[in-house]
Structures are given as C-alpha cells and as structure tokens.
C-alpha cells in the first residue's frame, strides 16, 4: 500500500531527448490510476521511473513520505506487468510465477501456497509445468499477471498488459483486472492508449502528450468536462465532431452560430461565456449526442444533409454535412436515413463543449478535475 | 532432379572436407615407407602406433644426432629430436586455451549485456571501437605487443601467450553475445528487475541460461583461436618450457629429417580436443553460431 507522488519529475534520455520536462502527479494509496495518451507520450517512461527501471533526471519522487529517486528497481516493493508479458522462456510457469518471491527471500513453504493461490485464481493451474512458449497469449498474460500478483506488492503497474489479446479476450481480461484490484487493494498505475480501457478502468486518467500532463480527472470528468480540444478528441468513439463558429449573445442567452445555424447554450455556461460575443470558438458534440426529435425544436436543431450511412449492428454512424462541415454521429439503428436525405437532429445542448478556436482550450474549464 | 543435383554437389563437399582429414588419421598409423607408396594406401597394410608411442615414449629417449642415426626400430630412425617436447607443447596449449576461454567469458560476458542493455554514454561508440581493433591484422600487432610484452616481462612465459590471445578473442566474443543479449526483449531485463535482481543476478539467472548456443559458440572459437595460434607464439616463446603445440609441429619440418606420418600422428592429436569439445557441445552449435544473426 502506498502513495505515489512525482514532483516536477524529469525524464532526459542519454540521446538528449526529454520525454518528461516537469510532471507532477499524486496518486493515493489503493486508487487505480489510468496514464492514457498517444504513443510516445510518456507514459512508459513515467512508468519505469516509478518501477525504478529508469532515474529521474530531475525532480522528485515518494511513496508515501519516502523519497525513492536513488532506490533501485529490485529494492522497490512494486510488480510490473509489461505488454510482452516478459516471461521467462527458460523456466515453467510455476518457477516464473515463483522467481520474485525466490529472489526476494521469502520460506519454500510460503513461496508453493502462494504460487498455488495465484494460479488458481487465475485459473492457470494446469499450465504450471509448461513453458512460455507452450501457452497461449491469453495464459501468458494470465501468467505474467500471476507473476505480479503473488508479490503481493505496495504497487502494482501495468505498461499496456492488453494491447497483445484479441479484442474478445481483452474485454474479459479488464473485467479480471477490475476485479482483481478490488480484491488486492493496492495502488495500480496502469498504462494505455485504449480510450475504452481507461474509462473502464480508472478511479481517476491522466491524459498525456508530449511529456506533459493534459488532464487529471476521474472518467466521467475527462470525458464530459475536457480541458482542451486534445483530451476531447482523445476520448470516444467515433471521436468528438467540432464545428468552428462565433459566439452570440441574443435576449441573455448565449448561442453558438455558425451561418445558418444557431444552438442555444445552456444557462450553466452563461457566467462563464457571458460578454465574450463575437469570439470564434469551437463547438465539440460527441457522436452520441444527437438523436430524432418529432418536434424539432428551435436552438437545439441542426439541419443537414446524411452524406453516408455506416451500420455497426447495434448502432449506425451517419455522416452528416452541416453548414459545410462533415460530422459522424451514432444514432440508434431504428433511425431510417438514406444518403443524400436532409434531416433535422436534435442536439444535446447540455453536453456540448466550447473551446477556443485557436489554442483549443476549454471556455467551460472551471480549473476542477 | 534438383535433390540427385544437391545430393551430388554435398557429397563433394564432403569429400572435399573430409578427404584431408581421412589421409591424416590414416598415414598416422602407416610406417613411413608406406606413406610414400604409390598410390597411397587410404587402408594402412600394416596399422601401427610406433608413431604414438614414439610421441609418449620419446620423454625419456634422448634423441640426438646420433642416437637418430643408430636407427630406432620403432620409427624407422625418423624421429625428430624435438619429439619429446610435443607433449610438453600439448599441456602448454592446453593451459593457455582453457585460460583464455576462461578469462574470455569472465569479461565478454558482462561486458556484452553492459553494452545490450545498459544505456550509458559512449555506448556504440565502445562497441564499434572494440570491433575496430579486429580489421587490424595481427601481424601489425606483432611489434607493438612484443614491447608489450617485453616490458610486463613476460617473454617466453605462457602469461604473454593468455594476455595477447585474450586480445584477439574477447572482441569476437564481446560481439556475438551483444548480438544474441540484444536480441532477448528489453522487458526481460525490467521484468527480472522488477522480481527482485539486481543486475548481476538479472545477468546470472536469466540471461546466462539463456545465452548458453551463444556462450558455447564463443567458447569454440576461443578454444580454437587459441590453439591454433602460430605467430604470435612464435614471436613471444623461445623455449620448450613455454612453447605451444603449432609451433612444436611446425619446428619437426625443420628438423634432420622430416617423418611425415610422425608428423601426421602429431596432426591426429591436435585435433583431439576441439573434436572432443566439438562432440560435447554438438547440439548447440549450429543455433550459437546463427544466434543474434536471425532473431527468435
Ligand atoms: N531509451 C530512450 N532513449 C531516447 N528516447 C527514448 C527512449 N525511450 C523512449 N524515448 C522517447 O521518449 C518518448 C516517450 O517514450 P515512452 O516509451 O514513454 O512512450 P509511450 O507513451 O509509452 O509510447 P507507447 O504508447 O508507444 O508505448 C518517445 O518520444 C520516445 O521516442
Ligand atoms: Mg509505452
């Protein structure tokens, strides 16, 4: 159990590169910690800094009140499960489950009971005289979290563990790992680019780019309330749709409008996007955001045109051209629309985004995760 | 058609190899009038080891120019008078090689995973360096060693025979082991880290089992570079106390008079060794020596 807190942390490789300038993160003891950005963010190397695989080479970090930046990797109380799993090719599962605890000291006895438990919770018994190579990707990484797991470690990190399995396995698999921090009740940091995997998971994501931390949040904050165009696009599938417009201010209600059209803002956003009339801005709509009202109603209405029609079984994207601009929603499957067709759709008002239209920051961030 | 063709083209290969080494065993065992004959006899008419027994025997016999020229019935009077330090010259050998494949796994090995998987500055630059000082023929070296050698004293003692050995054959064995150890996942190393190794331990129970086709391919040609070296022993040992076995073998075709199937029988024990280490490590080293070349 334990807390992890990087401050100012700094990461330059040997070439020169900075893949970390100055992040600082605090994660409490027992949360599960998601770090989600595109490849190349970062987040392997915030990661191996915590495990103690890489030095800081500026900046600071604790577990609980201790300070770690010159403790070494294997004097660390932490497991890691790495996207190739990283098995032992030369040992069965049973001594590679086992080598952590042998490396560590821990009585013969000990060592078979807790093998043994971890196997059977994974549900790996049967494959522990094989090697590696025998098993499937699926039991290897079952392995390799049996490997992590019999530590019984203060922190528990995890580089991509899924992004090897077929798409089947790994929605079982996060079921497993949810489940399996529930039991264990300690600190996770868990790492991946799969959006759906850190909402899924998370107590709170961390998005990153380039090094530098984007948005702290719990999912349902990361995703509703996006500080910055990046984080919004970043989540959803399909991604967030922006359309570029000017604000309005008309008879104290705020509206965003672009040509034609014109949506009618909520009141909430009125304090923080009052006075502000004229500013270009961009509006975000998530894909699910719309739907067919009998009764279009005025300000929560866009007209346009279905430019295609993409069925995915238990929904349908369409593509849709409004004011010049191309947009992909997911509508239910009993909406009928043929190409070409104009039709109104109904906005979700509520949870449409603004951003700035240059810098991409959010006009509704109020600076709380 | 293409199998008969390949068939025909490996059994010529094979002959080819193996035709040298097939005469060399056979006219060990032949007297010396018989190995002259034509055509040769590939079956010796009548087998004999007075060659090997010479070679073990000749300890005690002082063969001189005259003793050689009474005749002694064992070899036809074809002794050479070096004869009796072949042996010596054999155990010299072996020292040196076993030291040198010894001393050369002690240092390539960390050397090899420091260099596979340890970012430090310098890093590629150390590595094309090291290969570097392989294009530079040894006989450039000779001199340069030499005062060397001189200097640490070490002339005519098997310790400038080691040192200079180990200078030709850690760079080769330094390159196919970060060859093989660069192959293996970064992630094997973070995982046996994260377990509890330190990089010692990391090096000793996961890469060291696992690099065993490539240790043994180092290990060969170590062994062999070792004893098969002619120049520089040639250069740095005077004396029988310190001469290795090539240049013994060598010295009997200067001698009064040249015994080729003498020779011969000195050739078939040369080749003892490596075909004793070869057996043992059979299994091994054809994977050890395409190992890092093809990745798996
Ligand atoms: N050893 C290294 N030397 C130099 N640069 C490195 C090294 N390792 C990583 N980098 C660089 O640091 C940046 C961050 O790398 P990192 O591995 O943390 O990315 P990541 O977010 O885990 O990406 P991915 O999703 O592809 O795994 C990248 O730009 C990468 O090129
Ligand atoms: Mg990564």
Redesign the pocket.
Request: charged letters at 20%; aromatic letters at 10%; a neutral charge.
């Given at each position: 159990m334990a807390r992890i807190r990087l401050e100012s942390a700094g990461k330059r490789?040997?070439?020169g590169?900075a893949?970390l300038e100055s992040l600082s993160l605090d994660i409490r003891d027992k949360e599960f910690v998601v770090l989600l950005?595109p490849?190349?963010?970062?987040?392997?190397?915030?990661l191996n800094l915590v495990a103690g695989l890489e030095e800081l080479t500026s900046g600071s970090l604790y577990f609980d009140d201790a300070t770690m930046n010159a403790v070494p990797a294997h004097r660390r109380d932490v497991a890691m499960v790495f996207q190739s799993y990283a098995l032992y090719p030369h040992k069965s599962v049973y001594e590679n489950i086992a080598f952590g605890l042998r490396m560590r000291g821990h009585p013969a006895g000990e060592i078979e009971k807790r093998v043994r438990d971890a196997a059977r919770r994974l549900e790996i018994e049967p494959l522990l005289e094989r090697r590696p190579h025998q098993l499937s990707g699926g039991q290897r990484q079952r392995v390799a979290l049996g490997r992590a797991l019999v530590r019984q470690p203060a922190v528990f990190l995890m580089d991509?563990p899924l992004s090897n399995l077929d798409a089947a396995l790994r929605i079982a698999m996060r079921a497993e790992i949810k489940q399996l921090h529930h039991t264990m009740q300690t600190t996770f940091v868990y790492?991946t680019?799969d959006q759906a995997e850190a909402l899924t998971l998370a107590d709170r994501i961390v998005v990153m780019r380039d090094?530098v931390i984007q948005q702290i949040g719990s999912p349902e904050a990361i995703y509703d309330r996006p500080r910055n165009t990046f984080v919004a696009s970043f989540l959803g599938n399909p991604p967030i749709n922006y359309l570029e417009g000017f604000l309005r201010e008309k008879e104290n209600q705020i509206c965003f409008a672009r040509g034609a059209l014109s949506l009618i803002l909520p009141r909430q956003y009125s304090e923080r996007l009052r006075g502000q009339a004229g500013r270009p801005v961009k509006l975000g709509l998530r894909a699910e955001e719309v739907d067919e009202h009998s009764v279009p109603r005025a300000g929560e209405t866009l007209h346009g045109r279905v430019s295609s029609v993409l069925p995915v079984g238990s929904d349908q994207y369409l593509g849709f051209e409004v004011e010049g601009s191309l947009l992909f929603f997911r509508v239910g499957r009993d909406l009928r629309h043929k190409e070409g067709e104009h039709v109104a759709l109904s906005v979700n008002v509520n949870r449409a985004q603004i951003f700035d239209a240059s810098t991409g920051e959010s006009l509704l961030w109020d600076g709380s995760a | 058609m293409k199998r008969i063709f390949l068939f025909c083209a490996s059994t010529v290969f094979l002959v080819y190899v193996l035709a040298p080494v097939a005469w060399l065993v056979s006219s060990s065992v032949q007297q010396e009038a018989e190995i002259t004959s034509r055509p040769p006899h590939w079956i010796p008419r009548e087998p004999t080891l007075e060659n090997f027994e010479a070679i073990f025997a000749a300890k005690e016999k002082q063969v001189t120019y005259e003793t050689r020229r009474q005749g002694d019935p064992a070899t036809g009077g074809y002794i050479p008078s070096t004869a009796r330090n072949l042996v010596p010259a054999m155990w010299n050998s072996l020292i040196v090689a076993v030291a040198v494949v010894i001393l050369n796994l002690v240092v390539s090995v960390p050397a090899a995973y420091a260099m596979a998987k340890i970012?430090f500055v310098g890093r590629s630059a150390s590595i094309y360096f090291m290969l570097t000082t392989r294009v530079i023929p040894d006989i450039a070296l000779v001199v340069p060693f030499f005062f060397f050698i001189h200097k640490l004293g070490l002339l005519d003692h098997l310790g400038s025979l080691v040192i200079t050995y180990l200078a030709i054959t850690v760079p080769f064995g330094v390159f196919i082991l970060v060859g093989y150890f660069e192959s293996l996942p970064d992630e094997l190393d973070k995982a046996a880290r994260i377990d509890g190794c330190s990089r010692l331990q990391t090096l000793l129970r996961v890469y060291l089992p696992l690099a065993v086709p490539s240790l043994v391919a180092v290990v060969l040609f170590t062994f062999l570079t070792s004893w098969n070296e002619f120049l520089l022993a040639l250069m740095f040992t005077q004396t029988p106390a310190s001469q290795t076995m090539p240049i013994i073998v060598a010295a009997f075709t200067s001698d009064f008079t040249i015994s080729f199937s003498f020779i011969n029988a000195a050739g078939v024990l040369a080749v003892i060794p490596p075909v004793i280490l070869a057996v043992v490590f059979e299994r091994y080293i054809v994977s050890g020596l395409t190992a890092g070349a093809v990745k798996g």
């Amino acid at each position: 159990m334990a807390r992890i807190r990087l401050e100012s942390a700094g990461k330059r490789y040997p070439n020169g590169f900075a893949a970390l300038e100055s992040l600082s993160l605090d994660i409490r003891d027992k949360e599960f910690v998601v770090l989600l950005g595109p490849s190349g963010c970062g987040k392997s190397t915030t990661l191996n800094l915590v495990a103690g695989l890489e030095e800081l080479t500026s900046g600071s970090l604790y577990f609980d009140d201790a300070t770690m930046n010159a403790v070494p990797a294997h004097r660390r109380d932490v497991a890691m499960v790495f996207q190739s799993y990283a098995l032992y090719p030369h040992k069965s599962v049973y001594e590679n489950i086992a080598f952590g605890l042998r490396m560590r000291g821990h009585p013969a006895g000990e060592i078979e009971k807790r093998v043994r438990d971890a196997a059977r919770r994974l549900e790996i018994e049967p494959l522990l005289e094989r090697r590696p190579h025998q098993l499937s990707g699926g039991q290897r990484q079952r392995v390799a979290l049996g490997r992590a797991l019999v530590r019984q470690p203060a922190v528990f990190l995890m580089d991509e563990p899924l992004s090897n399995l077929d798409a089947a396995l790994r929605i079982a698999m996060r079921a497993e790992i949810k489940q399996l921090h529930h039991t264990m009740q300690t600190t996770f940091v868990y790492v991946t680019h799969d959006q759906a995997e850190a909402l899924t998971l998370a107590d709170r994501i961390v998005v990153m780019r380039d090094g530098v931390i984007q948005q702290i949040g719990s999912p349902e904050a990361i995703y509703d309330r996006p500080r910055n165009t990046f984080v919004a696009s970043f989540l959803g599938n399909p991604p967030i749709n922006y359309l570029e417009g000017f604000l309005r201010e008309k008879e104290n209600q705020i509206c965003f409008a672009r040509g034609a059209l014109s949506l009618i803002l909520p009141r909430q956003y009125s304090e923080r996007l009052r006075g502000q009339a004229g500013r270009p801005v961009k509006l975000g709509l998530r894909a699910e955001e719309v739907d067919e009202h009998s009764v279009p109603r005025a300000g929560e209405t866009l007209h346009g045109r279905v430019s295609s029609v993409l069925p995915v079984g238990s929904d349908q994207y369409l593509g849709f051209e409004v004011e010049g601009s191309l947009l992909f929603f997911r509508v239910g499957r009993d909406l009928r629309h043929k190409e070409g067709e104009h039709v109104a759709l109904s906005v979700n008002v509520n949870r449409a985004q603004i951003f700035d239209a240059s810098t991409g920051e959010s006009l509704l961030w109020d600076g709380s995760a | 058609m293409k199998r008969i063709f390949l068939f025909c083209a490996s059994t010529v290969f094979l002959v080819y190899v193996l035709a040298p080494v097939a005469w060399l065993v056979s006219s060990s065992v032949q007297q010396e009038a018989e190995i002259t004959s034509r055509p040769p006899h590939w079956i010796p008419r009548e087998p004999t080891l007075e060659n090997f027994e010479a070679i073990f025997a000749a300890k005690e016999k002082q063969v001189t120019y005259e003793t050689r020229r009474q005749g002694d019935p064992a070899t036809g009077g074809y002794i050479p008078s070096t004869a009796r330090n072949l042996v010596p010259a054999m155990w010299n050998s072996l020292i040196v090689a076993v030291a040198v494949v010894i001393l050369n796994l002690v240092v390539s090995v960390p050397a090899a995973y420091a260099m596979a998987k340890i970012r430090f500055v310098g890093r590629s630059a150390s590595i094309y360096f090291m290969l570097t000082t392989r294009v530079i023929p040894d006989i450039a070296l000779v001199v340069p060693f030499f005062f060397f050698i001189h200097k640490l004293g070490l002339l005519d003692h098997l310790g400038s025979l080691v040192i200079t050995y180990l200078a030709i054959t850690v760079p080769f064995g330094v390159f196919i082991l970060v060859g093989y150890f660069e192959s293996l996942p970064d992630e094997l190393d973070k995982a046996a880290r994260i377990d509890g190794c330190s990089r010692l331990q990391t090096l000793l129970r996961v890469y060291l089992p696992l690099a065993v086709p490539s240790l043994v391919a180092v290990v060969l040609f170590t062994f062999l570079t070792s004893w098969n070296e002619f120049l520089l022993a040639l250069m740095f040992t005077q004396t029988p106390a310190s001469q290795t076995m090539p240049i013994i073998v060598a010295a009997f075709t200067s001698d009064f008079t040249i015994s080729f199937s003498f020779i011969n029988a000195a050739g078939v024990l040369a080749v003892i060794p490596p075909v004793i280490l070869a057996v043992v490590f059979e299994r091994y080293i054809v994977s050890g020596l395409t190992a890092g070349a093809v990745k798996g």
